[in-house]
């Protein structure tokens, strides 16, 4: 015997109080979650674990009485306190309220163990990847089963039901199968019959109904009928995403690594939300080169700054290996703002009519030490890019200086047009 469990909830007695508590206090875990992401390191990032809620804002709705109206109390005496009497505040208990007692707004804290799937759907809830789809659709080796009508052969867990049983009995009325509550009534009259002939005809009626039942089966295999699937090709769109990080001398330990936090909240939003999205990895000082994940993650390099030979790899790869009528190329470069000055209007002429002119998404993301004063200073590039990004091309720029601000400059490049058009501004 097989058991086929197809409930959408896996098993499990506290399952379903656990995601009635989820909806509830969804609000209060995203920023939970978000507060958590700014303190973990760059390897366990998005493991799960455990957040800390405020236990006040996870209190259920209820009914009580509105104010006002005259109220009646009966209260008990006692023999230490007279009217007018100020009583001090208690001490103050574990729990997350203040050391002191009457120092201070305390509140309780109720610790929330997320799995990393929990963890991961909050945080890729209203992210996407803009204009995804623009262009054309693509056809994959990619097949889906789609349902093409039934067959008279086929996988038992195939079989179905409803037609099955409707064919049976539409052969049972036209073949006139006796039922049972006719035999039941038959065989009955035939108890009760007192006349010898007419029970004698009765009892042969009997005997011909019961051959005839048994000759025509309630369920004969030539009934069976099967759901029969066919495999047809999915279209997928097919996008790209390019990032690009410098890793020259200019940048700090502090400055790679808000950029490698960025970059590895990109990767794990597309590698859990897409499925077929390629990301391309270069890095560079004065020349750039691909390179794989872990290499661009952790290895570590050091150089001049020309941003150009980032830019002219991208170019490079899209000519060879991403038609872009037939691609959605994204891209995100991360990068302390410094540039060769004589590398400036080489940059400008390769993103300006190289690269934005295909992407259908480019986003800048300038990195500062935690110190700095992002709003005062303009480094070359962010100048450069400011210019270019008045003429209405699909560039995006933030500047982040700590870690807290990954994540919001991360959300707010990413939120999906919705959302965005739903925010208060």
């Not at 509105?66 to 574990?94: C, H, M, T, W, Y």
């Not at 108890?191 to 004969?220: F, G, H, M, Q, W």
Request: hydrophobic content about 35%.
């Amino acid at each position: 015997m097989h058991i086929i469990d197809r409930r959408l909830n896996p098993r499990g007695k506290s399952l379903e109080n656990r995601q009635r508590f989820l909806r509830r206090a969804k609000d209060a875990v995203e920023q939970a979650v978000k507060r958590s992401l700014q303190n973990r390191s760059i390897r366990d990032v998005l493991d799960g674990g455990e957040v800390t809620l405020p236990i006040g804002g996870m209190a259920e709705p209820g009914l009580h009485r509105g104010g006002g109206g005259i109220q009646d109390r009966i209260l008990p005496g006692n023999q230490k306190f007279v009217e007018g009497d100020f009583i001090k505040r208690p001490p103050a208990s574990g729990g997350g309220r203040s050391s002191e007692a009457g120092e201070g707004d305390g509140e309780d804290g109720f610790r929330f163990v997320l799995t990393r799937e929990e963890f991961l759907n909050i945080f890729l809830e209203d992210l996407e990847l803009p204009d995804l789809a623009k262009r054309r659709l693509s056809e994959t080796e990619e097949v889906t089963p789609q349902r093409a009508g039934f067959s008279v052969s086929g996988s038992p867990s195939n079989i179905a039901v409803g037609r099955t049983t409707r064919l049976a009995m539409m052969r049972r009325l036209a073949l006139h199968r006796p039922k049972v509550e006719d035999i039941e009534a038959l065989q009955k009259q035939i108890d009760e019959c007192d006349n010898a002939e007419e029970r004698l005809v009765l009892e042969d009626r009997l005997r011909t109904l019961t051959l005839k039942s048994k000759r025509i089966p309630y369920i004969d295999p030539l009934d069976v009928r099967y759901r029969r699937f066919e495999n047809t090709p999915k279209p997928v769109v097919k996008a790209v995403m390019f990032c690009l990080m410098d890793v020259s001398g200019s940048m700090s330990e502090h400055m790679k690594d808000l950029a490698k936090r960025f970059y590895l909240l990109l990767y794990l939003f597309l590698s859990q939300r897409y499925e077929k999205v390629e990301i391309v990895f270069i890095r560079h000082t004065e020349k750039a080169e691909e390179v794989d994940e872990e290499t661009f993650f952790y290895s570590p390099a050091t150089g001049g700054t020309l941003v150009s030979s980032a830019l002219a790899v991208m170019r490079s790869i899209v000519a060879a290996r991403f038609d872009p009528t037939e691609w959605n190329i994204y891209a995100a470069q991360a990068s302390d703002g410094d540039n060769s000055y004589s590398d400036g209007a080489l940059t400008g002429q390769l993103l300006q009519q190289e690269i934005l002119p295909v992407c259908q998404y480019f986003a800048y993301i300038e990195v500062g030490e935690e110190d700095g004063d992002s709003s005062m200073s303009r480094s070359p590039l962010w100048t450069l890019y400011q210019e270019i990004r008045s003429a209405a091309l699909p560039l995006a720029m933030r500047k982040v200086c700590r870690r807290n601000e990954i994540f919001p400059v991360f959300h707010d490049l990413f939120q999906k047009k919705a959302a965005k058009a739903g925010a208060t501004p």
